[in-house]
Nanobody, 123 residues
Framework: QVQLVESGGGLVQVGGSLRLSCAAS????????MAWFRQAPGKQREFVAG???????YYIDSVKGRFTISRDNAKNTVYLQMNSLKPEDTAVYYC?????????????????WGQGTQVTVSS
């Protein structure tokens, strides 16, 4: 079965950086839009960034200029480089895959999910 495995989360100070990775297996990776979502305590899961096969990218406004999503189809891996981190970025970050050619922000459209990795930004 399809597996998405995230790594790279951790504790970082305000203004610091982290790089998340998500390794996919048992799917034709290049056929999928890949995205990162996050869920903070007491809040709903939200879309953060997505990358298509083209690759086109899309970000929510609050992370534009700070986060960069990228993919390596040869390694079946998607990355999220997070710079200038803020306390409000604290959340569990999830990798997701959608067998589509367009980036969508609704979590209901995504077919596969990883288990999540915790990112904590301390002030």
């Amino acid at each position: 079965q399809v597996q998405l495995v995230e790594s790279g989360g951790g504790l970082v100070q305000v203004g610091g950086s982290l790089r998340l990775s998500c390794a996919a297996s048992r799917l034709i990776f290049s056929n999928y839009v890949m995205a990162w979502f996050r869920q903070a305590p007491g809040k709903q899961r939200e879309f953060v960034a997505g990358v298509s096969w083209a690759p086109f990218t899309y970000y929510i406004d609050s992370v534009k200029g700070r986060f960069t999503i990228s993919r390596d189809n040869a390694k079946n891996t998607v990355y999220l480089q997070m710079n200038s981190l803020k306390p409000e970025d604290t959340a569990v970050y999830y990798c997701a895959a959608d067998r589509s050619r367009m980036i969508v922000t609704s979590q209901n459209e995504y077919d596969y999910w990883g288990q999540g990795t915790q990112v904590t930004v301390s002030s």
